[in-house]
């Protein structure tokens, strides 16, 4: 869970998590939110300093960057409050729909869509939710199956799931306590190899026979 105290906050703590944990980011902007509350604050940052300030999260330039011209752009076409639209905030540089979701669900109350991660992206396709591989296609398809007032707590359902049972390399199949609902070949195949040894002995005695 990102810590914050502004929607701004909220929104550059997201940009900043992308391929890094929360934990890290958490560690980042302990420090960094002390210094920047608003989007005027970080419309001012200097390109070098900001940089030095978020190292830790990866991809530090691209990501200074684009919260420095979000940060521009919001206050300059937007009063210095972060949008509240999905098209808006899919103008902001660096911003995409997952971004965009998570913005709007935590901040303003707001589901108009489903934050699509790898480890939604995996459950989904594990669980024959989806057939596509982009998130945004993968959105769309649990948009159709799920309806909008679980939206907001989908996500998070899927991400538990995939942090304790549903991981990426070494799923916890036998443990997993959907494992009965699961199409996943992971699943299934250990079950048709299991029911074909379970046939090996009677076929071997009626051989015998």
């Not at 997952?98 to 709007?104: F, P, Q, R, S």
Request: aromatic share 6%; charged share 25%; hydrophobic share 40%.
């Amino acid at each position: 869970m990102l810590n914050y105290t502004t929607p701004m906050q909220l929104l550059v703590a997201v940009m900043l998590s992308a391929q890094c944990t929360d934990k890290q980011v958490n560690k980042i902007t302990s420090t960094l939110f002390k210094k920047y509350k608003t989007a005027k604050d970080f419309s001012r940052a200097q390109q070098a300093t900001l940089e030095k300030e978020i190292y830790g999260t990866g991809f530090f330039r691209n990501k200074a960057k684009n919260v420095i011209a979000s940060a521009k752009i919001i206050v300059q076409q937007h009063d210095g409050e972060v949008p509240q639209t999905m098209e808006e905030l899919l103008q902001l540089p660096g911003v995409a729909r997952k971004t965009a979701n998570i913005v709007l669900i935590i901040a303003f109350k707001k589901s108009v869509g489903i934050p699509v991660d790898t480890h939604v992206s995996r459950i989904a396709q594990r669980l024959a939710f989806t057939k596509n591989n982009t998130p945004e296609k993968i959105e769309q398809d649990l948009m159709t199956l799920f309806p909008k007032q679980t939206w907001a707590r989908l996500s998070y359902y899927f991400i538990e799931h995939g942090r304790a049972a549903c991981i990426s390399q070494k799923p916890k199949c036998e443990t997993c306590p959907i494992r009965d609902l699961c199409p996943s070949e992971r699943v299934t195949l250990p079950q048709k190899k299991l029911k074909a040894q379970l046939k090996q002995p009677a076929a071997a005695t009626v051989a015998r026979k």
